[in-house]
């Protein structure tokens, strides 16, 4: 199983970022999927997960700036983010979460960081 992430990078703030995951050698249709974030000493944390049915869920410090999609044909998620901060700066890890609910799989994450 491999999850590919990209789009992180140097961000402005207040700028807008569009990440990628490329999920192979799952049946992609049928996970759960989300992208997490972590910042050096502190938890992990969700910013957005949706469901095989496209049911999106967003953590509380991201919700009404992020848009989490999926593309099943291409296997492949995306999360916009807009109104980027300095306190988004992170590394943010693909996660892929199979219907039983255990097992996820992860990505390597890509890092972010929003400065001037």
């Known amino acids: 199983v491999q999850l590919q992430a990209s789009g992180g990078g140097l961000m402005q703030p207040g700028g807008s970022l569009k990440l990628s995951c490329k999920a192979s050698g799952i049946i992609f249709s049928i996970y759960a999927m989300g992208w997490y974030r972590q910042v050096p000493g502190k938890q992990c944390e969700l910013v957005a997960s949706?469901?095989?049915?496209?049911?999106?869920d967003y953590g509380d410090s991201v919700s009404g700036r992020v848009t989490i999609s999926r593309d099943n044909a291409k296997k492949t998620i995306y999360l916009q983010m807009n109104s980027l901060e300095a306190d988004d700066t992170a590394v943010y890890y693909c996660?892929?979460?199979?219907?039983?609910?255990?097992?996820?799989?992860w990505g390597q994450g890509t890092q972010v960081t929003v400065s001037s």
């Open positions: 996660n892929a979460r199979p219907p039983s609910g255990t097992g996820d799989y």
């Open positions: 949706i469901t095989s049915s496209d049911r999106a």
